[in-house]
């Protein structure tokens, strides 16, 4: 039977498997001929390390090349070298597949990520993409330990959507209407009117929140902005927590805590894919995680914060004025520049934010949060729901909405409403916080943006 390369190099007690016979498989990562001999090194993407094995004449084979698949049955030896402490002494090698070196795209040298990106196909085989695609998934699976651990139900929320969450405008629409036909009748559509892909899970989370307290949503969100930044995807995963009976102040705290426990879980059970990223990526990264651990978040009003903007010598693109909505560069500012660790923003202007949010008292500003990192900026938005029914039915028509594709929504708050708050986290912007990397484009294996929708 097949075992593994990360349950040997990995394992609590290697000593278990010395001087007995395994068998692993994998990829050639390289291949170094000796005179008698030759190593191998191969991976099979479950750790980071290669497997070093050893093969006498006898066993070699010239399609024994970088690219190849092979498995290998061997006694598994302390090694004399100095980079790795297990060997294996193949006793037998099986090639499933050849990969002729003149052709295989993948060299030895380090390839660009804009290169890498056009060859998605084979992109999982090199390091850096392993290692993204490692902690992505233990990103995941952190995610879940934590909300279920608090008690958090998961459940799921549609892919095709009716009405826009965000009031955004930039839905892609789902159609079986033939593209080429003029003055398009919805009526006559698949669903009998106007379909969408979800930019966000949040009006349905709250049905449930409404009924079954805490639950939260992971899933995938499109948004047809035509942003083509290295922090926006067309298709990206959101994980959006809500909680009934809770308020903005619960709603920071479960963030924080979100953020930090996925943060402790990668420096518990990635350590050698964060040493890879603190190596070649982001130099510091792994104190940077540290820091954003054993650290407690700035909490700063949305009119402090333009304060301190406009203070500030920096000269931003975009100027700063009080009711503005912030770009990257002054939420880097704050995080990066200024406070030198996350950053919770509360308390924006209403204009400039969603319907949903909960009103102040004052009446210009809603009790939403967003929650910006050094690197990144904006990584999670969020806020307290209105759950005022009056409140809400007036704000729908300020914003321009029909009461019609919401009077579920208002449903909620006419029986049995109660305070709840929720927030959405990225969590492609969640991997590149984590792993250092520069472009979303490089977190996600198969990237889609304006332009890209191909494998
Ligand atoms: O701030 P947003 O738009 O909030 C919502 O969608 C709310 N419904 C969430 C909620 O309260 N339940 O998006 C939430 C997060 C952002 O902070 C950002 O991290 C990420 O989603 N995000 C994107 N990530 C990648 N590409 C895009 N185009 C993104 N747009 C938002
Ligand atoms: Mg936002």
Known sequence: MRTKIKSILH???????????????????????????????????????????????????PDFTTGASISVTGKLKQSPGKNQALEIHASTIRLYGKS????????????????????????????????????????????????????FLYVHTPIIAGSDCEGAGSMFRVTTLDPTQKNKDFSQDFFGKPAYLTVSGQLEGEIIACALSDVYTFGPTFRAENSNTSRHLAEFWMIEPEMAFADLKDNMECAESYLKFCVQYVLENCIDDLQFFDQFIEQGLIERLIHVKETPFEHLPYTKAIEILQKSSQNFVFPVEWGID??????????????????????????????YMRSNDDGKTVAAMDVLVPKIGEIIGGSQREERLDILQQKILDFGLKSEDYWWYLELREFGTVPHAGFGLGFERLILFVTGMENIRDVIPFPRFPGHADF
């Open 100 to 151: 002729d070196p003149a052709k295989f795209p993948l060299q030895k040298k380090r390839h660009s990520f804009e290169f890498l990106r056009e060859i998605a196909h084979l992109r999982p085989r090199t390091n850096t993409q392993g290692a993204v695609l490692r902690i992505r998934n233990a990103l995941a699976f952190a995610t879940h330990l934590f909300f279920q651990k608090r008690g």
């Open 11 to 61: 394992s609590k007690s290697p000593e278990l498997f010395l001087e007995k016979e395994v068998t692993i498989a994998g990829w050639i990562r390289t291949v170094r001929d000796q005179k008698s001999f030759a190593f191998i090194e191969v991976n099979d993407g479950s750790c980071l390390a290669n497997l070093q094995v050893i093969i006498d004449e006898s066993l070699k084979n």
């Open 326 to 355: 912030l770009q990257s560069e002054h939420e880097r500012y704050l995080a990066e520049n200024y406070f030198k660790k996350p950053v919770i923003l509360t308390d924006y202007p209403s204009k400039i934010k969603a319907f």
